[in-house]
């Protein structure tokens, strides 16, 4: 096999992992809005992926342990940063670092409901799979547009 690769290569190589951490942050808000739809239609929460921030104040309205207007207003600023973010990343990749930052936010709040959580799934641990590579797409995006601006 051979390892030479040409200067263009390299930069078709980091051009599809920027594109890799945009879609996968869009996809992760997508699935995260078919959650929250869910929920309304269905009144549960059985569903594999969510934007975890948005569950945690959901299940706390449906538990009675948080007003519903704080949880559904926390849900909607979160969700339309969320989207925001996704709008600027799409148009300048540069802004990777914040979409990292908002989803570790997102990724502490997993943690958070499978710690405070008094009956662990094995279905909690696709969240947690699905958030581990989402979150490496991101660094490896971050990571590939700094070498691009160096290009």
């Not at 190589?13 to 869910?38: C, D, E, P, W």
């Not at 921030?53 to 969700?79: E, P, R």
Request: net charge positive; proline share 1%; charged share 15%.
């Amino acid at each position: 096999m051979n390892k030479n690769f040409t200067k263009e290569d390299i930069i078709k190589k980091h051009q599809t992992n920027v594109k890799s951490a945009q879609s996968a942050f869009v996809l992760a808000g997508m699935l995260g809005i078919i959650y929250i739809v869910r929920y309304f239609i269905t009144g549960n929460f059985d569903f594999y992926f969510s934007l975890s921030f948005t569950q945690v104040w959901l299940s706390k309205v449906a538990d009675g342990t948080a007003a519903a207007d704080l949880g559904y207003i926390l849900s909607a600023i979160f969700i339309a940063v969320y989207f925001a973010l996704c709008v600027v990343i799409a148009k300048k990749p540069l802004h990777l670092p914040k979409a990292l930052s908002l989803y570790i936010l997102d990724f502490a709040a997993l943690i958070y409901s499978l710690i405070t959580s008094t009956a662990f799934s094995s279905d909690s641990l696709i969240d947690v799979i699905l958030h581990l590579f989402i979150t490496v797409f991101l660094i490896a995006g971050i990571k590939s547009e700094k070498a691009l601006r160096k290009e």
